[in-house]
């Protein structure tokens, strides 16, 4: 499991003080899980008891910075789950835009549109947990909430006004520790972008599953992968932590996995997540107010992440 965070809790703590007031109570730690397009960061929340993937707009599961990085620290402290870092459940009304600069570092260094890019903005910026850039204005944009303004194969530029967004506290030198007020400067990189295109979500298998046969012939594809010795590992061995995971963040990669396998199928996957190693007799407990289990809300969740749709 990994001994550090990916995140700077002081300087988070440090910054958030000093943040608008509507984001004081908007804060979830969160999990890596693998997912089609790279790593997810999955915001986590207790439940019944243990830490899981959930809807990052539910305000129920909000919590303060301190609170959202204490639950950090304790949780890689006890070597319970690998909560990784902590990020913030932004929505249209707190008024606070973040613009995500995928791809911003190339083999270590900013890039020059990007650096321009920060420059024109002047918010709040810091490097992101992997190797991108986001930058935090206070403002509004028109339309989706959530706006690709460019998407290539190694750099992207996305408008998030309704997102999880993660925070490192890895500030970039000369950006102010604040988040100012930014509407004229999102306005007019709004008008730049021009004929700006809608965030779409992640494509959901709609025909058959992408392994066709029994719940034997899922299996033997995912053995067979080239993530095999991992999923062998936790399907078949139960063996978490030897793969430097905690509980929690086991079933959600062991659930990711099979969703991909069942292609979106989430009865089957929780039949077969029920008959894997991981499964221990809280699974099957209600977790939830519409009394649903900790398998079937987790199932649920780590689908509504992925960009699955109910089926």
């Given at each position: 499991?990994?001994?550090?965070?990916?995140?700077?809790?002081?300087?988070?703590?440090?910054?958030?003080?000093?943040?608008?007031?509507?984001?004081?109570?908007?804060?979830?730690p969160?999990?890596?899980?693998?997912?089609?397009?790279?790593?997810?960061?999955?915001?986590?929340?207790?439940?019944?008891?243990?830490?899981?993937?959930?809807?990052?707009?539910?305000?129920?599961?909000?919590?303060?910075?301190?609170?959202?990085?204490?639950?950090?620290?304790?949780?890689?402290?006890?070597?319970?789950?690998?909560?990784?870092?902590?990020?913030?459940?932004?929505?249209?009304?707190?008024?606070?835009?973040?613009?995500?600069?995928?791809?911003?570092?190339?083999?270590?260094?900013?890039?020059?549109?990007?650096?321009?890019?920060?420059?024109r903005?002047g918010?709040?910026?810091?490097?992101?947990?992997?190797?991108?850039?986001?930058?935090?204005?206070?403002?509004?944009?028109?339309?989706?909430?959530?706006?690709?303004?460019?998407?290539?194969?190694?750099?992207?530029?996305?408008?998030?006004?309704?997102?999880?967004?993660?925070?490192?506290?890895?500030?970039?030198?000369?950006?102010?520790?604040?988040?100012?007020?930014?509407?004229?400067?999102?306005?007019?990189?709004?008008?730049?972008?021009?004929?700006?295109?809608?965030?779409?979500?992640?494509?959901?298998?709609?025909?058959?599953?992408?392994?066709?046969?029994?719940?034997?012939?899922?299996?033997?594809?995912?053995?067979?992968?080239?993530?095999?010795?991992?999923?062998?590992?936790?399907?078949?061995?139960?063996?978490?932590?030897e793969?430097?995971l905690?509980?929690?963040?086991?079933?959600?990669?062991?659930?990711?996995?099979?969703?991909?396998?069942?292609?979106?199928?989430?009865?089957?996957?929780?039949?077969l997540?029920?008959?894997?190693?991981?499964?221990?007799a809280?699974?099957?407990?209600?977790?939830?107010?519409?009394?649903?289990?900790?398998?079937?809300?987790?199932?649920?969740?780590?689908?509504?992440?992925?960009?699955?749709?109910?089926?």
């Amino acid at each position: 499991m990994p001994s550090t965070l990916a995140c700077d809790p002081k300087a988070i703590m440090a910054l958030a003080s000093g943040w608008p007031g509507g984001l004081r109570r908007r804060w979830l730690p969160w999990i890596a899980i693998p997912r089609r397009n790279g790593v997810g960061k999955a915001p986590c929340a207790r439940v019944a008891g243990c830490w899981q993937v959930v809807d990052a707009f539910q305000a129920g599961h909000w919590l303060t910075a301190d609170e959202a990085l204490a639950a950090c620290v304790e949780a890689q402290r006890a070597r319970r789950t690998s909560l990784a870092g902590v990020g913030l459940a932004l929505t249209p009304d707190v008024g606070v835009v973040c613009l995500d600069l995928d791809g911003a570092y190339q083999e270590g260094h900013l890039t020059l549109e990007a650096q321009q890019t920060i420059t024109r903005l002047g918010g709040y910026t810091e490097r992101s947990v992997t190797s991108g850039v986001h930058v935090l204005l206070q403002g509004r944009i028109p339309g989706p909430v959530r706006r690709y303004l460019r998407k290539g194969p190694h750099e992207s530029q996305e408008l998030l006004a309704h997102s999880f967004v993660t925070v490192s506290g890895r500030r970039l030198d000369g950006s102010p520790r604040c988040i100012p007020c930014g509407q004229a400067v999102l306005d007019d990189l709004v008008r730049r972008a021009g004929s700006l295109r809608t965030h779409q979500p992640l494509p959901s298998p709609s025909g058959p599953s992408p392994v066709d046969g029994p719940d034997t012939a899922i299996l033997e594809a995912a053995r067979r992968s080239r993530g095999g010795h991992r999923f062998m590992a936790l399907y078949d061995e139960g063996a978490w932590s030897e793969q430097g995971l905690g509980r929690s963040e086991a079933d959600a990669s062991l659930i990711a996995a099979l969703l991909h396998f069942t292609g979106g199928d989430r009865t089957r996957t929780l039949r077969l997540f029920r008959a894997s190693a991981l499964y221990r007799a809280k699974t099957d407990r209600k977790a939830s107010s519409d009394s649903r289990t900790y398998a079937e809300l987790s199932v649920d969740n780590v689908a509504k992440f992925l960009g699955y749709a109910h089926r």
